[in-house]
């Protein structure tokens, strides 16, 4: 780096010389601040930084590696989530032998597409369906329906309050889908044929009641605002089968997710609707998860808190499910033995085979904890180009560059020596890993610390 500053500095110097007179001194003030910064940039080294930039190059011939740190890991249920106008929005319900069941819904607030609406003289209601736009992404057999059930919300959502996965709004009782047991059967990639072929999405046909109750209220559009006091939204949930499930994903502010209300009017069929826009609306997902349907080993870990477990499988799952907590019980002691971490990589081994159904997530992520109590406080190696924690499907393994990390846990008191891995995204995907724990039955694919340090 600074060989190549050095050389840029001399060809930069001799265009100056040739190209130098009395009214360009401005050419000079430019170089010498150059050369002031490259000499600040050549002499300024960071001392918590040691290490940092040696990545598989010849610097680490002459560090120590190791892979025998000890660890220590289980998995534990995930607090609160935040699950508050996601980018995306789950629904379903999924069967899964090892995690047990969740379910999937969500409550969302609708405006009325103009405020200055007019359904004309004696509207007919034709029908109200409610339309969700999917975004082409499940989790499960999409081959397996479900069953979904929609109600009106009795309760505000708040325009600033912070909701969680297991907030449940008050609702109505009475199920609104014009088909007491309507059966969703998920196409997230199937085009619809309307009058034009329009992107995926699913159509559920709503009561009558509710279309007659919304055309005859056009004094309650005039703000959004007076028509969300009117009509607090709705609670959209799902009813599981005698089957596996699937839980699909859908876009709830796309154009193509509102309440379709259509009426005849002057004998001309009409459509008003009512959207969930992103600025001016709240969602909320909402999951279910029961533990307690899942495999033995899984409950005994995560339900009844055996750690010693996690030395053989451990277990990750988004929607707020399950996290795995990574001890470095002995790390503190580097910091009385000389001793600088250049490069250190955590490996995870996804265990079992691969499956179609419950494929392992394409990336994980890691927060720390301070010593406050406050957690979800990212890693600064996460910053960096080579922070990793995308899965390798050669190799079946996650890895993560926790170098710096590591020299903190060492040198500062404030850091705490265990991290948490976690699903990625953790709210609007629905996804779940089994990994192999510190102690598996095969050795080399355990959850391990890669370590390169030198002594001095």
């Not at 940092?52 to 289980?74: G, K, P, Q, S, W």
């Not at 996965?165 to 969703?184: G, P, R, V």
């Not at 993560?400 to 953790?426: G, H, K, M």
Request: with cysteine; glycine share 6%; aromatic share 12%.
């Amino acid at each position: 780096m600074l060989m190549n500053i050095t050389i840029f500095m001399k060809s930069l110097w001799s265009s100056l010389l040739e190209n130098f007179n009395l009214r360009s001194t401005y050419n000079l003030a430019f170089f010498f601040s150059l050369a002031l910064l490259a000499g600040f940039q050549a002499c300024q080294k960071d001392p918590n930084a040691i290490g940092l930039d040696l990545r598989d190059r010849d610097d680490l011939l002459n560090a120590i590696f190791t892979d025998t740190v000890t660890l220590t890991a289980y998995s534990v249920l995930e607090d609160t989530l935040n699950t508050r106008n996601l980018s995306s929005n789950l629904l379903g319900f999924i069967k899964d032998p090892v995690f047990g069941t969740t379910s999937a819904g969500f409550f969302a607030q609708f405006v009325p597409e103009g405020n200055s609406v007019n359904f004309g003289n004696a509207p007919q209601l034709d029908s109200i369906v409610l339309t969700l736009r999917y975004t082409g992404s499940f989790f499960g057999d999409t081959l397996n329906p479900f069953v979904i059930q929609v109600y009106r919300l009795t309760e505000d959502i708040s325009s600033t309050e912070t909701y969680y996965q297991n907030k449940i709004f008050a609702h109505s009782s009475e199920n609104l889908t014009y088909h007491n047991d309507f059966h969703l059967y998920p196409k997230p990639s199937s085009k619809v044929k309307l009058d034009t072929i329009v992107e995926a999405h699913a159509r559920i046909r709503l009561d009558d009641e509710l279309g007659k109750l919304l055309l005859g209220v056009p004094s309650e559009m005039v703000t959004n605002d007076v028509f969300k006091s009117f009509f607090k939204g709705l609670y959209v949930c799902a009813k599981p089968l005698a089957n596996d499930g699937s839980i699909v994903s859908f876009a709830l502010t796309s154009a193509l997710t509102c309440i379709q209300l259509y009426y005849k009017n002057d004998s001309l069929t009409r459509r008003f609707q009512f959207p969930i826009r992103e600025k001016e609306t709240v969602r909320v997902g909402n999951y279910d998860h029961n533990y307690n349907a899942g495999n033995i080993s899984f409950i005994n870990q995560v339900v009844y808190k055996d750690t010693l477990l996690g030395r053989e499988l451990l277990y990750v799952q988004s929607m707020g499910g399950i996290q795995t907590k990574i001890i470095f019980p002995h790390i503190k002691a580097f910091k009385d033995k000389n001793m600088v971490i250049n490069k250190a990589e955590l490996v995870i081994t996804y265990a079992g085979e691969e499956n179609s159904l419950f494929p392992p997530p394409n990336q994980l992520n890691l927060y720390r904890v301070n010593n406050k109590g406050e957690n979800n406080i990212p890693l600064l190696d996460s910053y960096t180009s080579f922070w990793g924690g995308r899965y390798n499907t050669t190799t079946k393994e996650y890895r993560f560059s926790i170098t710096r990390y590591l020299q903190d846990v060492i040198l500062r008191e404030d850091f705490q020596p265990y991290i948490y891995l976690i699903a990625n995204p953790r709210a609007g995907s629905a996804s779940r890993l089994i990994l192999n724990g510190t102690h598996p039955v095969d050795h080399s694919s355990r959850l391990r610390l890669e370590l390169y340090y030198t002594e001095h």
